[in-house]
């Protein structure tokens, strides 16, 4: 009876231990353990591989998204994405206008230059209502206080809808100082040349008008009244 009361215990024990070793082998190979990660740990991880967090990928579309939508807006199918470099070799030859309004104030200036395969159109403006205003070059070189309707419509010699005439410049932004400036690039044109040029028979005419081409509306984009004008005269 002595033996068996021994043996019983020794296999007690040796249960027990065994219990042991296994509930310490399992805390060890728990997968919990091993691929539980904290969310901050995952963010910080992330960034520092990628460089940008989930939150700051979404402002970064959004901005892209405001800034293409504000191109698309000043912009117009004359000057888009285009450069003076573009253009080629300046060839020498300058033009200009001075936008005056119905009383006489000057409210801009503007600059052609000519190069090989196009022009480029640089204005000034000042003392303009703040907001967003139509610049166009009209057909006509004439330009009669108080409307301006001398000036003709958008200067269109490949007779393209709105906003894909030549004369489209598109939007200038002026602000609450009452200046602003505008670059834009016609391609495919010249100040006085035998192809396509601004200065024709009855000459040309630089507008600025009260409100804001929509880039869109038929025939001239719904820009409002004339609120400059400026003949276009070769230097």
């Known amino acids: ?60 579309m959004a901005g892209d998204a405001m800034s293409e939508d504000t191109a698309a807006m000043n912009g117009s199918a004359a000057g888009e994405g285009a450069d003076a470099g573009a253009l080629g070799e300046a060839t020498g030859k300058t033009a200009m206008a001075e936008l005056k309004g119905a009383d006489g104030t000057v409210h801009g200036r503007a600059t052609l230059t000519e190069y090989a395969n196009g022009i480029e159109v640089a204005t000034e403006l000042m003392e303009v209502p703040s907001g967003t205003h139509g610049l166009h070059i009209h057909q006509t070189g004439t330009c009669t206080a ?55 028979d009855d000459g040309s005419a630089m507008i600025l008008h009260t409100g804001m081409d929509d880039l869109e509306s038929q025939p001239s984009g719904d820009a ?7 003949g276009i005269s070769m230097n």
């Open 1 to 60: 009876m002595r033996k068996i009361g021994i043996l019983l215990a020794a296999g007690a024990i040796a249960s027990l231990a065994a219990c042991a070793d296994s509930s310490d082998d399992a805390a060890t190979q728990d997968p919990a353990a091993d691929t539980t990660m904290e969310p901050g740990a995952m963010e910080g991880e992330g960034m520092a591989q990628g460089g940008m967090s989930d939150t700051d990928m979404t402002g970064a």
């Open 146 to 200: 108080p409307d301006f309707t001398s000036a003709g419509g958008h200067w269109n010699p490949t007779n393209e809808p709105h906003p894909q005439h030549k004369g489209d410049l598109g939007n200038v932004t002026i602000g609450s100082n009452g200046s602003g400036e505008l670059t834009a690039t016609i391609e495919g044109v010249t100040l006085d040349g035998s192809e396509m040029p601004v200065m024709d």
């Open 224 to 230: 409002g009244a004339r609120l400059a004008c400026g």
